[in-house]
């Protein structure tokens, strides 16, 4: 396994091995962050590939790779058919997703990911994103608020964490990690706090980044992007997102089931490749933040018209 002070690479060789590369294809990679997956897919490129990678994260812009077969696009993978288009690209052969926060993110106390640091209430990996963590806690109301930790936290609690909140920040601003956690004091024990707070810190970012929305709007985008035999290797971190992953996969859609045919079938814009896959013993013992990782691969079936 690659290692990098930015970002380690989750399952690296099984997400690559997904997209089974052409040495001749084109290929996204849509969360590029220390440019791990990439630089395996560019290994595995002949002469005339090329990779895209998306990252919206300024601070993963340093890590670009000077390789004629290879642009990286600073924007949302949300847009990721616009851009491609802007680059003269409507098919690809491949497209691979992390959806975890980098390590980077996470080990840069200022960006207020992680519960083990002190800084700002950012969250934001779009560092200029129109909303931060602080402006969610210190203006959101309280029915938003639970219902944003249900959601996004699965926190049985979520109207007693929102009610926390609230009553703190009626006496002081919530506006660093450190406040936050004293807000939620009531919910610690001294021993375990990270385990707690975890979820917590989950529902705050997924809002803050609209994190659920956008993978809807990229999964949507993903059958008409890929040529017939194209694939899909996705990485997840938590149920909300293996959620939608495993859905769109097997419906084409995320809510209610598809139109079947006179005979009971239904046509769906992809396939999947296997079954779930999940990291070895091994390397969830050498990278901890692998742990939760799922991953899931899918192809456009062979069969499906070129689009004109």
Request: glycine share 8%.
């Amino acid at each position: 396994m690659e290692k990098t002070t930015y970002h380690n690479p989750v399952m690296l060789q099984e997400t690559v091995a997904g997209l089974a590369i052409d040495p001749k294809g084109v290929y996204v990679d849509v969360t590029f962050g220390g440019g791990g997956h990439s630089k395996e897919i560019l290994r595995q490129l002949g002469p005339q590939g090329r990779l895209f990678a998306f990252d919206q994260d300024k601070d993963a812009l340093a890590n670009t790779l000077a390789d004629a077969r290879f642009t990286l696009i600073p924007e949302n993978f949300r847009f990721i058919k616009q851009f491609l288009r802007f680059h003269g690209i409507k098919q690809v052969h491949g497209i691979l997703a992390d959806f975890g926060v980098s390590s980077h993110q996470f080990d840069e106390g200022s960006r207020g990911f992680s519960t083990r640091f002190e800084g700002d209430l950012d969250m934001r990996m779009n560092q200029s994103g129109a909303i931060t963590a602080k402006e969610v806690v210190g203006s959101y109301a309280h029915d938003d608020l639970a219902n944003m930790f249900f959601q996004y936290g699965d926190l049985r609690n979520s109207k007693a964490i929102a009610a926390a909140i609230i009553a703190f920040r009626e006496i002081q601003p919530i506006e660093t990690t450190a406040q936050l956690k004293e807000a939620l004091a009531p919910f610690l024990k001294g021993f375990n706090d990270a385990k707690i707070l975890a979820p917590i810190y989950q529902a705050i970012r997924i809002e803050v980044n609209q994190e659920i929305q956008v993978i809807k709007e990229f999964l949507a985008q993903v059958p008409d992007l890929l040529f017939p035999g194209g694939r899909l290797s996705v990485l997840s971190y938590h149920s909300l997102e293996d959620r939608l992953v495993k859905r769109f996969i097997r419906a084409g859609q995320f809510e209610g089931e598809p139109e079947k045919d006179i005979f009971g079938h239904f046509e769906v814009p992809l396939k999947k490749v296997g079954g779930l896959q999940i990291p070895t013993k091994e390397e969830q013992r050498i990278n901890t933040r692998s742990r939760s990782a799922k991953l899931r691969v899918a192809e456009k079936p062979k069969n499906t018209p070129n689009r004109k």
